[in-house]
C-alpha cells in the first residue's frame, strides 16, 4: 500500500479535534478525499507532509514511519497545497531547481526541463513568476511537487479559482502522471470532478472517515432514480393506473404533458414504468432519467454524521 494511516488522531489547544481515529489505506490509482470545509482533510494532508505532528497514531508513506524515517517517507511523496507560495521574483527554472536542490538532487539527475515541458510551462521557463497566471502558477506547484519524482502526489484543492480551460489541462497533466504510475490523492470541493477522475473515494466529516469504497460501490448505495416521459396527450389528472406509482405531472415549455416517476432501481424497472404508461394508452414523446450522483451521497452521508466537535 502506498499510504496506511491508523487511529490518527490531532488535538489543537483548547481541545480542538480536527482528526479523531482515522484509518485509511490508500493504494493505486486516483483517490479522492473528501468532506466540508473545516472536515479534517488539510490537517490530514499536513500531517502526511510533516508540516503537523499529530497526537496519536501511526502513518506509514511507501512503507516508512514517517516518526521513525521522516526524510525518507517526505521524499516519497509530493504535495501540492491550496494556497499559491510562490516566490514572484523567481523564474519557474529557478523555482524548479531550487526545490530539486532542497531534495539533495544532483543537477545532472534534476528533470527541470522535462517537468517544465509536462506542466506546459516550458516557453515561460524564464518568465518571472509574478507575471504568470494563477492557472500557471497552479501548474508550477504541481511541478514543484514533482521534482524529486515521488511515487505518491497530494492535491489539495489543485483547480479552486481555476478556469474551465485551465482545470482541463491541470487534469490532463494529473492523469498523464498517473498513468505513468504515480498514485495521486485529490481533495477538491467540485464533486464532479472526484466522480469523473477517482477510482476510490474517502469521506471525513468531523474529523472521522464516515465512508471508503469504490466509485463503483458508492454510487451503488443510492439507487434513487427519475424517469421523466414527455406524452403528447393533454392531461389534467394523472391515469388511475400510474397512481400506484410516485408520480408528479406537470407541463414542459411547449405545454405538454410530463409525467415524472420517482423510483428504486432495486424495486421496480424503467421498462416497469414505461409499460404502465403504454396501458394508460398514451403516446410517449420523450424520456429522460436523473440518477443519483456522488453530490447526491456526499451530501446524504455528511448531514447523517454527527458532529464529534471537530475542526
Not at 502526511?48 to 524515517?69: P, Q, S, Y
Not at 474551465?164 to 497533466?173: G, I, P, Y
Not at 476510490?200 to 454510487?219: F, P, Q, W
Request: aromatic residues 4%; hydrophobic residues 40%; contains cysteine.
Amino acid at each position: 500500500m502506498k499510504i496506511n494511516v491508523e487511529g490518527l488522531k490531532k488535538v489543537y489547544k483548547k481541545g480542538k479535534q480536527a482528526l479523531n481515529g482515522i484509518d485509511l489505506e490508500i493504494n493505486n490509482g486516483l483517490f479522492g478525499l473528501l468532506g466540508p470545509n473545516g472536515a479534517g482533510k488539510s490537517t490530514m494532508i499536513n500531517i502526511l507532509a510533516g508540516l503537523v505532528t499529530k497526537t496519536m497514531g501511526n502513518v506509514n508513506i511507501w512503507g516508512m514511519d514517517i516518526d521513525k524515517d521522516p526524510r525518507n517517507a517526505k521524499m516519497a511523496i509530493g504535495i501540492v497545497p491550496q494556497e499559491l507560495n510562490i516566490d514572484p521574483f523567481f523564474t519557474p527554472r529557478a523555482l524548479l531547481n531550487i526545490h530539486a536542490g532542497l531534495y539533495g538532487i544532483p543537477e545532472n539527475e534534476r528533470r527541470t526541463e522535462e517537468i517544465l515541458d509536462m506542466i506546459g510551462l516550458l516557453d515561460k521557463a524564464e518568465a518571472y513568476a509574478r507575471t504568470l497566471s494563477g492557472g500557471m502558477r497552479r501548474r508550477l506547484l504541481i511541478g514543484k511537487a514533482m521534482v524529486h519524482n515521488p511515487p505518491i502526489l497530494v492535491l489539495d484543492e489543485p483547480t479552486a479559482g481555476v478556469d474551465v480551460e485551465l482545470r482541463q489541462q491541470l487534469w490532463e497533466n494529473v492523469l498523464e502522471m498517473n498513468k505513468k504510475g504515480t498514485t495521486v490523492v485529490l481533495t477538491t470541493h467540485y464533486l464532479e470532478e472526484a466522480q469523473e477522475l477517482c477510482d476510490e473515494i474517502a469521506i471525513i466529516n468531523h474529523g472521522k472517515l464516515i465512508v471508503h469504497d469504490s466509485k463503483r460501490e458508492l454510487l451503488a448505495r443510492i439507487d434513487a432514480k427519475r424517469l421523466s416521459v414527455t406524452v403528447l396527450e393533454p392531461l389534467d389528472v394523472i391515469p388511475d393506473n400510474l397512481n400506484a406509482f410516485e408520480t408528479e405531472l406537470s407541463k414542459d415549455e411547449k405545454g405538454r404533458s410530463v409525467l415524472t416517476f420517482s423510483y428504486h432501481a432495486r424495486k421496480i424497472t424503467a421498462g416497469t414504468l414505461l409499460g404502465a404508461v403504454a396501458e394508460a394508452k398514451l403516446t410517449i414523446h420523450d424520456v429522460s432519467t436523473d440518477e443519483a450522483d456522488l453530490e447526491d451521497i456526499f451530501l446524504q452521508l455528511t448531514r447523517n454524521s454527527p458532529d464529534k466537535n471537530a475542526a
